[in-house]
Antibody, heavy 121, light 111 residues
Framework: EVQLVEAGGGLIQPGGSLRLSCAVSGFTVGSNYMAWVRQSPGKGLEWVSVICNGESAAYADSVRGRFTISTDDAKNTVFLQMDSLRAEDTATYYC???????????????WGQGTHVTVSS | IVMTQSPLSLPVTPGEPASISCRSSQSLLNGNGYNYLDWYVQKPGQSPQLLIYLSSNRASGVPDRFRGSGSGTDFTLEISRVEADDVAVYYCMQALQTPYSFGQGTKLEIK
């Protein structure tokens, strides 16, 4: 069974750092495209980042240069290192798996339950 | 790529049809012939989940009351007969090129 479990959220001051994790079961993160999507309170969904087979990564303009996505194959976990946090980064962060190859597309087929981050002094 | 949904709020009588429009600022047609436009549904208190992928393919377990269509820059999600359980926010998302982007979301409510 595929499961994604996020952790690491909490209250952090502006300018601080936080590392989110997404522990995965049922597949190998290093062989998949893994993404982070966030949702500010009462707002819509915002795509944040993707890592492709544990190697190349892409970021939203709003987080590029501040956030870093990575994977740990031994732990079968995806991470989102968030630095220089701002109030506008306050959101629930969801980890998601893209459809695995060789299937066509980049749709997000599996989602975690989310972890909440609050950036406030 | 900017994604624009309409309407943002959609009150519907049970049993009646519903339609949501999604437009992209550039074509989502990939060279492989597929439109990289997906629909997600987020029910109250839940994580989002995939509803329709590649414009017109229903995800596993999605009832055939849901239909996705469109190509290029104009896409539509239709629900043939709305049920109370369909109350949710519906999002389109382009997955053609990074950064991927979502529409603003359409909140479907029951009249």
């Amino acid at each position: 069974e595929v499961q994604l479990v996020e952790a690491g959220g909490g209250l952090i001051q502006p300018g601080g750092s936080l590392r989110l994790s997404c522990a995965v079961s049922g597949f190998t993160v290093g062989s998949n495209y893994m993404a982070w999507v966030r949702q500010s309170p009462g707002k819509g969904l915002e795509w944040v980042s993707v890592i492709c087979n544990g190697e190349s990564a892409a970021y939203a303009d709003s987080v590029r240069g501040r956030f870093t996505i990575s994977t740990d194959d031994a732990k079968n976990t995806v991470f989102l290192q968030m630095d220089s946090l701002r109030a506008e980064d306050t959101a629930t962060y969801y980890c998601a798996r893209e459809v695995p190859p060789p299937l066509v597309g980049n749709h997000l087929v599996s989602w975690g339950q989310g972890t909440h981050v609050t950036v406030s002094s | 790529i900017v994604m624009t949904q309409s309407p943002l709020s959609l009150p519907v009588t049970p049993g009646e049809p519903a339609s949501i429009s999604c437009r992209s600022s550039q074509s989502l047609l990939n060279g492989n012939g597929y439109n990289y436009l997906d629909w997600y549904v987020q029910k109250p208190g839940q994580s989002p989940q995939l509803l329709i992928y590649l414009s017109s393919n229903r995800a596993s377990g999605v009832p055939d009351r849901f239909r996705g269509s469109g190509s290029g820059t104009d896409f539509t999600l239709e629900i043939s007969r709305v049920e109370a359980d369909d109350v949710a926010v519906y999002y389109c998302m382009q997955a053609l090129q990074t950064p991927y982007s979502f529409g603003q979301g359409t909140k479907l409510e029951i009249k």
